[in-house]
């Protein structure tokens, strides 16, 4: 059973342009939802994290929305730029996970200059 | 210079081989993870150490072993009854309050 689910599984973006990914979660219980980057034969890197009591969190061009009634949050680069090719995990922790952090699938984003 | 040291960068197993991959941390960081990542399956958990001598299943173990002797060392053995272990493998430690600290990993392929 997946509890979180991320869309889209790839993305191509124009530079400039805004990139969002989408995770759907299952479990009420969770209570930290971070985003993680990732490059080509690295290990992930976190980028942003939000917690449910707040609806919306930025750093710079990246944002995260958080919609708890519909367990949904998701990602917003703004101004997309080809160093933001990467590969984007969301997860989810809490509840009787002890820390454990479970992640999405993962997407692929391509931004062409 | 504080991190996780992951090693070899790359591995190649024989068919029927234990092969075992390093993972050590100077960040003095009590709980350590390992996750397996596959195209399109994001990452997967295997076993995880809140401690010292102690170290508990995750999503994926079958097939794995570990141990936890040490405070800095969480190395994880791939075994023979593990049948698909190509795969990228990443070691992390936890962050305060919940986030994690990835290593470079490991790719390991079966020839």
């Known amino acids: 059973q997946q509890q979180v689910k991320q869309s889209p599984q790839s993305l191509i973006v124009q530079k400039g342009g805004i990139s969002i990914i989408n995770c759907a979660y299952e479990?009420?219980?969770?209570?930290?939802f971070p985003w993680y980057q990732q490059f080509p034969g690295k290990g992930p890197a976190l980028l942003i994290a939000?917690?449910?009591?707040?609806s919306e969190k930025k750093e710079g061009r990246f944002t995260i929305s958080f919609n708890k009634s519909a367990k949904q949050f998701s990602l917003h680069i703004m101004d997309s730029q080809p160093g933001d090719s990467a590969t984007y995990f969301c997860?989810?922790?809490?509840?009787?996970?002890?820390?454990?952090?479970?992640f999405g699938q993962g997407t692929i984003l391509t931004v062409h200059p | 210079d504080g991190g996780i040291t992951q090693s070899p960068k790359y591995l190649f197993r024989k068919e029927g081989q234990n092969v075992t991959l390093s993972c050590e941390q100077n960040?003095?960081?009590?709980?350590m993870y390992w996750y397996r990542q596959d195209p399109g399956q994001g990452l997967r958990l295997i076993y995880y150490?809140?401690?010292?001598?102690?170290?508990q299943k995750g999503d994926i173990a079958e097939g794995y072993s570990v141990s936890r002797e040490k405070k800095e060392s969480f190395p994880l053995t791939v075994t023979s009854a593990q049948k698909n272990p190509t795969a990228f493998y990443l070691c992390?430690?936890?962050?305060?309050?919940?986030?994690?600290?990835f290593g470079s990993g490991t790719r390991l392929t079966v020839v």
């Open positions: 150490s809140q401690i010292v001598n102690d170290f």
């Open positions: 479990n009420t219980a969770f209570d930290y």
């Open positions: 992390a430690t936890k962050t305060h309050p919940r986030g994690y600290t």
């Open positions: 939000i917690r449910p009591d707040v």
């Open positions: 997860a989810v922790a809490g509840g009787t996970s002890y820390g454990k952090l479970t």
């Open positions: 960040l003095n960081h009590d709980a």
